[in-house]
T-cell receptor, first 114, second 115 residues
């Protein structure tokens, strides 16, 4: 009965490869997000989707392409991986765009690019 | 744009000590304010929130009051436990630019509580 799930939990890959991270939420929420947490624990929004529509793209390189096949899923595909992409990526969801709504976070995917 | 500044860590306390983690924000409009906690190896969990000036959020013995006059949302707990050891993030949503579609986080404060 996990609320927000991500796969895989760990991802180790070589520079230049293409990889995907999947996210699913079973909370019935309309809005989903991707955040990046760097090695110093700093968290920054990457994308947000509302009802499968892209709302925020926070100056993320176009090697990163989110895909939302339906409201419950928001996947992140990364092309031509670089060393600087190494981080923990968190998916989150919230009921709608109202600003006081809590965001529910997944457990994170630790990406290591060698 | 919006920003959140919280006190740099790490913070190390003994069990039963008093905790304060300072947080100030910059935003126009009427943002909502949050404290999230990240336990080792886990995702973030909401600890407490406040949606308007003078609101006090509280949970698990933690409290924070939304002070518009000082643009602050300091986290306090009267008596910390070893199990409170975690990274604490102050965050806001819905500030300037009217963006309700993201959380803007502070840099996080690592708290370690020793027995």
């Amino acid at each position: 009965d996990t609320a927000v799930s991500q796969t895989p939990k760990y991802l180790v890959t070589q520079m230049g490869n293409d990889k995907s991270i999947k996210c699913e939420q079973n909370l019935g929420h309309d809005t989903m997000y991707w955040y990046k947490q760097d090695s110093k624990k700093f968290l920054k929004i990457m994308f947000s989707y509302n009802n499968k529509e892209l709302i925020i793209n926070e100056t993320v390189p176009n090697r990163f392409s989110p895909k939302s096949p339906d409201k419950a899923h928001l996947n992140l595909h990364i092309n031509s991986l670089e060393l600087g992409d190494s981080a923990v990526y968190f998916c989150a969801s919230s009921p709608d765009r109202v600003n006081h709504n809590e965001q529910f976070f997944g457990p994170g995917t630790r990406l290591t690019v060698l | 744009g919006d920003s959140v500044t919280q006190m740099e860590g790490p913070v190390t306390l003994s069990e039963e000590a008093f905790l304060t983690i300072n947080c100030t924000y910059t935003a126009t409009g009427y943002p909502s304010l949050f404290w999230y906690v990240q336990y080792p190896g886990e995702g973030l969990q909401l600890l407490l929130k406040a949606t308007k000036a003078d609101d006090k959020g509280s949970n698990k013995g933690f409290e924070a009051t939304y002070r518009k006059e000082t643009t602050s949302f300091h986290l306090e707990k009267g008596s910390v436990q070893v199990s409170d050891s975690a990274v604490y993030f102050c965050a806001l949503s819905g500030g300037s630019g009217g963006s309700n579609y993201k959380l803007t986080f502070g840099k996080g404060t690592l708290l370690t509580v020793n027995p």
